[in-house]
């Protein structure tokens, strides 16, 4: 791990400000991008889950293949079948009561340990308002907070930036994987929110309220604020493989969907709070402390 970090550290003392900011905002763009795609093709800038859109899902004991549970229902709305050993997740979309009674009865009288949860369409609708509201107003009250702490504009924007940035590419990125919204992955993000604030507020505290170089200063910010994230990203990938790859040892599990959805949105956060803290935080608090050295310790 120190090797990485040495490198990212030689990577940034060995570039200019504008270049470093550049890679950060390129990868930006490419996920407002796939997000603005995702929105034109569904209508909503992520794929949601069935919380957000209401519907059906059946989850039974069975030996068929997905294969086989497709061609059997699909006369209904099927959305998404999932199988992890022996046990079948069937999904479907908001659908007539009459239909729905009938493919919950047919599943009913044909397999065993039959599990029924179901989310109505203006509940979904309601629950993505209330997702929505909370993602904003944590952003809202992490930037109040931000700009109280440091009192400074470009820093407290800086930090905000990164924080918004770090939510796209984790979406994007929720996209490219095919995971959807669900209430469990828009804690995640909310999750995510808060590791990017706790090393973007290292990296700024350092820059200001240190003495030393600027190079130096951020060296040692990154090496505390890596080492962290590392061992974060080392407990959450090992969550994914347990809650995704169980069943593969033990048959009789299942796959834990929830934390598994979890845990990859928070990978994909975390690594994209690493890009934006150590590229496009840092070659913006740079340039300011360049332009502004009075407010900078030395």
């Known amino acids: 791990m120190s090797l990485i970090i040495g490198k990212f550290d030689n990577f940034i003392k060995s570039h200019t400000d ?35 859109k209401g519907g059906t899902m059946i989850s039974f004991q069975t030996d068929e293949s997905t294969g086989e549970l497709e061609s059997n229902y699909m006369d209904y709305p099927l959305v998404d079948i999932r199988k992890t050993g022996d046990r ?127 190079n130096e200063k951020i060296s040692l910010a990154m090496h505390t604020g890596l080492t962290m994230t590392s061992t974060t990203l080392a407990a959450v990938v090992a969550m994914y493989m347990v809650s995704t790859y169980s069943y593969v040892l033990i048959p009789s599990l299942s796959q834990m969907t929830l934390l598994s959805d979890i845990s990859i949105v928070l990978i994909f956060g975390l690594l994209a709070d690493i890009i934006n803290t150590w590229l496009l935080n840092t070659g913006i608090i740079r340039w300011y402390s360049k332009r502004n050295p009075k407010v900078v310790k030395s």
Not at 40 to 45: A, D, H, I, M
Not at 169 to 177: D, G, R, S, W
Request: glycine content about 6%; hydrophobic content about 55%.
């Open 88 to 214: 079948a997740v069937l999904q479907f979309g908001p659908m007539e009561k009459n239909l729905q009674l009938e493919v919950e009865k047919d599943i009913i009288s044909a397999y065993s340990s039959v599990e029924i949860q179901q989310v109505g369409a203006i509940y979904g609708e309601d629950l993505q308002l209330q997702a929505l509201q909370a993602l904003l107003l944590s952003l809202l009250g992490m930037s109040v907070v931000i700009f109280l702490v440091f009192r400074n504009f470009i820093p407290s924007l800086a930090v905000v930036i990164s924080s918004i940035s770090d939510i796209c590419i984790a979406a994007a990125l929720m996209t490219l994987a095919g995971v959807e919204l669900s209430l469990g992955t828009v804690a995640a993000l909310l999750m995510i929110i808060g590791y990017s604030v706790d090393s973007d507020v290292l990296l700024t505290t350092r820059m200001f309220k240190r003495r030393g170089s600027a």
């Open 18 to 52: 504008r270049q470093i900011v550049a890679i950060p905002i390129a990868i930006f763009v490419i996920a407002l991008l796939i997000m603005g795609f995702t929105y034109s093709t569904s209508g909503t800038p992520v794929n949601l889950g069935m919380e957000f």
